[in-house]
């Protein structure tokens, strides 16, 4: 590692760090889809219906025909129609947001695997989740 400059030393330690952290991580962050239901589970701390969320950040249009805001209060939803308002509570923390459902989905393997919406990332940011979980629904 002599010849190597400063930077690429840094940027070399850096990954190397990360490495070690991503090895002893959950395994529900490193197997994704494949082990949501072993470690998320509903809290039953909803006074109105409790539903698995995950969120997205990519995308152009919306099925409304809006840009995509990967930081609006948005989301993605086939069981309400597009233009609905809903109040979404974490019961985790308690944070409350209004979104609209301005898109269709979740689709693919995380409605296979039972996600039934899917919030903007800013969304889910401002509600505290740090990956799917279960939210309460009003």
Not at 21 to 50: D, F, I
Request: glycine share 14%.
């Amino acid at each position: 590692m002599k010849h190597l400059g400063m930077g690429l030393r840094m940027t070399l330690g850096l990954a190397a760090g990360l490495a070690g952290v991503l090895a002893t991580a959950p395994m529900a962050n490193a197997a994704g889809w494949a082990t949501v239901h072993r470690y998320v589970k509903p809290s039953g701390n909803c006074a109105g219906q409790e539903i698995l969320a995950s969120y997205y950040h990519t995308g152009k249009r919306t099925a409304s025909g809006e840009r995509f805001d990967a930081n609006g209060n948005t989301a993605a939803a086939r069981t309400w129609p597009l233009g609905t308002s809903l109040t979404v509570t974490n019961p985790h923390n308690g944070k409350t947001l209004t979104v609209r459902v301005n898109d269709t989905g979740p689709w693919g393997l995380s409605y296979k695997m039972g996600a039934r919406l899917d919030l903007a990332r800013g969304a889910a940011q401002r509600l505290g989740m740090t990956g799917t979980q279960y939210v309460c629904v009003a």
